[in-house]
């Protein structure tokens, strides 16, 4: 049987998979580099700009990394594409759990959305077509603040705290639907709470640590799991996993990106009335996108976005 680090990136969809199998891809230069967009040193923007008339939709890519390394300079999607159609281009840092447990990492990305807004005379950004995408910890959180309701807050003296969080659209590779551990054990066996992204998530040291005060991080682990806030109303997803369908997993490695996250949000989606689509080479197809391509291109273009 393929390995299944080999078999995720085979079938991550064409978003990001010549970035992943190939040399990096030589980016275009951002129109701005490393903008602050909050209070921490690593609350920093890269931003191109689109060469086109009027105000333009903008991709945000969220980098994986179990939300405790990784950095937007590393290897991600390629940008030139998204350019070619109009469609400007964000990557952020964020706070990582090393230091900062949730919602650090996640708060950070929905201020980034913020931020964004903030600017959108000055970058020319069109504030109802932004979306999100990335792959792993990367894809929880975008999957997270899609689904989440909007967390502006009116009241605040922060001005960019009072900008909408919501988005159109986002398509995802191998992300987490759950972080509860009690939840992902019954999922997927126990191998997949060895992977760390699940203790550090909420600060501990280890599994152990997590499961003995399981009660201290019960509200963190269930508000953090983009399962918990799906609805009818929330916008569109495209979800990308990979084929390795097989249970128990095998290891941290399989369990933290199996198949089965993306089977059960889907299950919920298609209850709530969701839009929702998943990709599982052998299992599951969209009958309206081949891709996560061109999903979000149209979901970014199309002249029916919601404002």
Partial sequence: MMNFRIAALVCFFPLILPALLADEPKQPTPTHIDISYGPDVRNVIDFWKADAAGARPVIIYIHGGAWWTGDKSKKGPEIQPFLDRGISFATINYRLTSEYPLPAPVHDAARAIQFLRSRSAEWMIDERRIAL????????????????????????????????????????????????????????????????????????????????????????????????????????????????????????????????????????SDAAGHECHLLVPGFSSSERYATGNDFLFDKLLSPKVKP
């Fill in 133 to 268: 995408t990335g792959p792993s910890a990367g894809a929880c959180t975008s999957m997270w603040l899609l689904l989440h309701d909007d967390m502006a807050d009116p009241d605040s003296n922060d001005p960019i705290l009072r900008l909408s969080t919501r988005v159109c659209a986002a398509a995802v590779s191998v992300g987490q639907t759950s972080i509860d551990p009690k939840v992902i054990e019954g999922w997927l066996g126990p191998k997949v709470l060895d992977h760390s992204m699940i203790h550090r998530a909420v600060g501990e040291k280890s599994i152990e640590d997590a499961m003995r005060n399981y009660d201290r991080h019960r509200d963190v682990y269930y508000e953090f799991s983009p399962i918990n806030h799906v609805d009818g109303q929330d916008p569109p997803l495209f979800m990308t996993c990979s084929a390795e369908m097989d249970l128990p997993c095998r290891e941290a490695g399989h369990g933290i990106h199996h198949p089965v996250f993306g089977v059960k949000l889907k299950e919920k």
